[in-house]
């Protein structure tokens, strides 16, 4: 409340060498307040030139834009005393410029990309830390989590949210921090403002296309954290068994950065040598440059260990003694919504809640959960409404192909007709039981749970709510799972 910074010490030149003391940021015209700064920045429906004009009414100080949105506006600005600063890379400079405002960071930050696992890399990086005494947060999908908490809509925070829960974090005593690097963020250039000390590549699968033109300009926004954001001095952490994975440790590597690999792959520095499965968990012996270790992971899922090792690898990458790392990993806590062991039924039966919500996803989760499970596994899937069509049928799909038994249900039908979404996902699946109420669906899940049987909650992971319509009802697959066990065998499990 109440800062002023000049453009210089934004890092910004104006047009002309006008001076202005600049009293905040924002990139939505609506948020300008008198003396702000306004980032009118190229969008995808819009440019954000149009909005300069009434940012200028709202008595913005300055206006940070490319060609186009100075073009936009030519007329307004010729008249305003605003300082015009104009740059080819408008989303950049504002991150640059966000870092300035707040002032400060975590002495340690890493960033993790990749299609799926961030938010779980994130999870396990931040509890190393934890482990090993630091006081750390986590920053993505599921808010800022640890040492200091807050809520975020975004898994990569535009660079005003950004820099501002990082300042906040720092100012809360917090010393190191794992943040999640989604695509939309790197292409838009959100975290190039922070010092990072490692990056990480989990894998990558087709998603978001409605976004990025095509898989290799996906790649490329990835590559971004790499190529842009991490320094030549930082540590690339990056799982070679994917196969992208391994050209993005080239393009790590031709920028002199040092690569720690991780993997099943003899060669990588980090890599499992083998793992076992049990009911509520997994057992992983790895090796590290030549030396064997073992660790005890209350964690389901082999790519749950993967995930593991490359947040150990992102530990190491930012300068933790390795040996201590690995000291940590059997306290791994399994991550809210993320093959999370949500109760258990009197004859041993398991419920487990999961985020998968693709095609790919499902199968990989319910493929994952398999070798931990001697019965029968059971699955519950539904689709979102208002978002891809195309996946409905290949979730059923997927869901009919890899387990025992199918239940269709409903999950966020928004402004669609849920019967409608329910019968898209049943073509993919027509044997499968039709539940519409979410809640019903898991009581009879539980309900069907054998000894040794175990059901998978798909779809919502973490969420707490159901959005119907304009509506959010309270809606939690972890908790739904537990009143079902009570229901059927009295008592929590
Ligand atoms: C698709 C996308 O990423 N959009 C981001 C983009 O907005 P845009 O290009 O669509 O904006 P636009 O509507 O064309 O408007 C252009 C500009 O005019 C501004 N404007 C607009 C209206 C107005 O009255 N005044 C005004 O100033 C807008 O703030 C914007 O800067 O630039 C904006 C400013 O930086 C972002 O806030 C916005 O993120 C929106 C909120 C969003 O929902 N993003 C999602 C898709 C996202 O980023 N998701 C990823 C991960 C998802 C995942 O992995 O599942 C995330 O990291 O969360
Ligand atoms: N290493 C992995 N390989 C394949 N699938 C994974 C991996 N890690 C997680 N998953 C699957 O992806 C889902 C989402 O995991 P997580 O939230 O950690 O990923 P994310 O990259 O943060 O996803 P989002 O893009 O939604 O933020 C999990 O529920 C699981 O089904
Ligand atoms: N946050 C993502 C995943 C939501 C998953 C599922 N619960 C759904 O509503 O489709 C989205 O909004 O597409
Ligand atoms: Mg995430």
Known sequence: MGRRKSLAELGLTAQGGRKAEITGLAVDSREVREGFLFAALPGTRVHGGEFIQYALRMGAGAILTDADGARIAEAELAESEAALIVTEDPRQALSYCAALWFGAQPETVVAVTGTNGKTSVASFTRQIWTALGFEAVSIGTTGVEGAYEVPLKHTTPEPITLHRVLAESEAAGVTHAAMEASSHGLAQRRLDGVRIAAAGFTNLTQDHLDYHADLDEYFSAKAGLFTRVLSEDGVAVINVDDERGRDMAAI???????????????GADLHIIARSFAPTGQVLRFQWHGRVGQAELGLIGGFQSENVLLAAGLAIGAGADPDQVFDTLPRMQTVRGRMQLAARRVNGASVFVDYAHTPGAVETAIKALRPHVMGRLLVIVGAGGDRDRTKRPLMGQAAAEHADLVIVTDDNPRSEDPASIRSAVMLGCPEALE??????????????LGPGDALLITGKGHETGQIVGDNIFPFDDSEQASVAVAALDGGLA
Do not use: C, H, K, M
Not at 440 to 445: H, K, M, S, T
């Open 435 to 448: 539940v519409g109420d979410r809640a019903e669906a898991i009581l009879r899940g539980v309900d069907a």
């Open 252 to 266: 790590a590597r031709s920028r002199g950065q040092e690569v720690l690999s991780v993997g099943r792959r003899d």
